[in-house]
């Protein structure tokens, strides 16, 4: 079992802190058993206890090259990346680079955007939801592409890239784990299937949803020759500590480790401070990979 921790929000710090309080926050979890470390892709924060849309939200991209320059074990990753924000070839650019500068520590997150207010309020476009299926397939093909070290054009429907160098290529072999997130089980379970090398489920999904949507994408890879174990099953869930205890967070994290997830990656509906931290070090990845 491995252990994640997604940082959503950043309370409690202010802008004035925030360098200071994610530096602090951040190599605690490189030194606490953690495995892995996640930011949102998000330009507006997305409501409910994560805060309005008007709270504070820093670019996730810049935000992990932060983080690889002041952590040294932990695997870093946008969960995930929006395919409609950036140009496909430049994104591949930014993982390499990420790559490279954590010594072969990053996860490539993709999935097919949905915040539709945040994209169409800076300006941006937001193509209808078949669009947006084929522009996240072409920069899965696009990964595999530039990744593999062939120059020659890459032409799909939406981008066509005339000589897609990469150099330096990521230190990750073959690359940078892909990691898709969504549960569709149309078109996102077969492109994890097709393309991946990691699925990441919503843990707060019934658990006959999750149960169906493994064995859906189990039935992809059977159909595409592709054996099912070689996808890393990851589940974002919710930490709330301010009203459940450990245990009860780690009796839950047993049952989707009984289901078959093998990552699963936390975020925490309270403040992240070393109180809550420790609670994490010392109690429940502990508990969970014991």
Same mark, same amino acid.
Request: charge should be negative; aromatic fraction near 20%.
């Given at each position: 079992m491995r252990i994640g921790l997604q940082i959503p929000h950043f309370r409690p710090s202010t802008p004035e802190t925030m360098r200071s309080w994610l530096k602090e926050t951040v190599q605690m979890v490189d030194q606490g058993g953690f495995d892995s470390l996640w930011v949102m892709d998000h330009f507006f924060q997305l409501g !409910? &206890?994560?805060?309005? *849309? $008007? !709270? $504070? +939200?820093?670019? %996730?991209? /810049? /935000? =992990? %090259? @932060? @983080?690889a320059g002041i952590t040294e074990r932990v695997k870093i990753g946008l969960l995930v990346g929006g395919v409609i924000y950036r140009h496909p070839a430049v994104v591949i650019k930014m993982v390499s680079t990420l790559d490279v500068l954590s010594g072969g520590r990053s996860y490539f997150g993709i999935g097919a955007a &949905?915040?539709?207010?945040? /994209?169409?309020?800076? %300006? +941006?476009? @937001?193509p209808a939801t078949k669009e947006r299926f084929e522009q996240l397939e072409e920069i899965l093909q696009i990964a595999k592409h530039m990744w593999s070290g062939d120059t020659s054009a890459y032409e799909g429907k939406h @981008?066509? =890239?005339?000589? *897609?160098?990469?150099? *330096?290529?990521? =230190?990750s072999k073959p690359h940078p784990p892909i990691l898709i997130g969504g549960m569709g089980p149309k078109k996102t379970l077969r492109f994890v299937a097709k393309y991946g090398d990691a699925c990441n489920f919503f843990g707060r999904s019934e658990v006959e949803v999750l149960k169906e949507r493994l064995e859906i994408l189990k039935q992809h890879c059977e159909d595409l020759g592709r054996p099912y174990e070689e996808i890393e099953k990851t589940v974002l869930q919710t930490a709330d500590l301010e009203g459940n205890s450990t245990q009860d967070v780690i009796a839950n994290g047993k049952m989707l480790q009984e289901l078959g997830f093998e990552h699963i990656i936390f975020n925490v509906? %309270?403040?992240? /401070? *070393?109180e809550t931290l420790k609670l994490f070090t010392e109690e429940i990845i502990p508990g969970l990979k014991g």
């Open positions: !409910t &206890w994560l805060g309005k *849309p $008007e !709270t $504070e +939200m820093i670019e %996730g991209y /810049t /935000t =992990l %090259g @932060f @983080f &949905w915040y539709q207010h945040e /994209t169409e309020s800076l %300006g +941006m476009r @937001f @981008f066509k =890239l005339p000589y *897609p160098v990469n150099n *330096p290529q990521p =230190l509906k %309270g403040e992240y /401070t *070393p």
